[in-house]
Each structure stands twice: as C-alpha cells, then as structure tokens.
C-alpha cells in the first residue's frame, strides 16, 4: 500500500527492527527524524521502512552506522558516494584478513601448547597433578584478544 503511513511499532515491524533501533537510527542520522503527528507520535512511511531495510543491510556488511549515516548524507546532497563505500569495503575486508592470520596464528599457538600439555600428562602418574597452566603457554595476540573479549562479557 504506497503512500500509507503508520507508527514506530508498525514500521519496526515491517522492518525487522525494534522500535529502539528505529530512534537510535534517528539518532545518530541513518534514519531523517520522522514526522510527528499532533499527539507526537512519530509517523514513518513506506520509503522509511525501505531505507531502514537498507540501513540493516549495510550494517551486516560491516559498515558502521556513522559511515552508513555519512553515506547516505552524501547521497542525498548530489554526491554518490560509490567510491567511498568501495574503499570502505576494501578496508572492511583487509582487516578480516588480518583477524583470521591473527586468529590462524592463535589456532596454531593453542594447538602446540595442547601437544605441549599431552606430552606432560603421560608423563604424569594417574592421579597426580600436571600443573597445566603453571607453564606460560605461548600468547599471540588474538589469544589475549579472545581472553579480554570473554571477560568484558563476563
């Protein structure tokens, strides 16, 4: 139905959003403020709900809002910005690569250190203690990485 108009909950639903995400979008300029209607209830349209569809998708790429944001701004005044975003996805996808050498690099480093902990356990007597995690195991730095990770989630 082109042209219909509906509120926050209509519009995140239609787009897969939560109404949050929707004012967040506003917030920080992905998303033009919506129109309000007397009462002050943001009204969105169709177009809305195309753009923050598009928003979404450009965030599961890997662009971060503030880009997709200056992105659009940049669409909207006359200037595609093809370019900007080819360059951004270039560099999206260099620092992949550097995650999964560092990650690789990580994988090979657990995997010495549990050859490593297989040879102190046959040695080991049933029963006795290998004090494992006495012995620094080597430590690249997607290993620390991961291990700050798991502990701001904690």
């Not at 959003?17 to 009462?39: C, F, I």
């Not at 209830?41 to 965030?59: E, G, H, L, T």
């Not at 093809?82 to 550097?98: F, K, P, S, W, Y």
């Amino acid at each position: 139905m082109p042209g219909s108009a509906f509120r926050i909950g209509e519009a995140a639903r239609r787009a897969g959003v939560s109404p949050d995400t929707l004012r967040y979008y506003e917030r920080v300029g992905a998303l033009p403020k919506a129109a309000r209607t007397a009462a002050g209830y943001r009204v969105y349209s169709d177009a809305s709900v195309v753009r923050i569809r598009f928003v979404r998708n450009a965030v599961r790429f890997g662009f971060s809002l503030k880009q997709i944001a200056d992105f659009l701004r940049a669409r909207e005044s006359g200037h595609p910005p093809c370019r900007q975003v080819r360059a951004a996805a270039g560099r999206l996808l260099d620092e992949m690569d550097r995650q999964i050498a560092s990650m690789t690099d990580a994988r090979a480093a657990i995997r010495a250190t549990l050859e490593q902990w297989d040879e102190r356990l046959a040695a080991t007597r049933p029963g006795a203690a290998a004090r494992l995690l006495d012995t620094p195991a080597p430590r690249p730095a997607a290993i620390a990485a991961l291990s700050r990770s798991r502990l701001a989630r904690r």
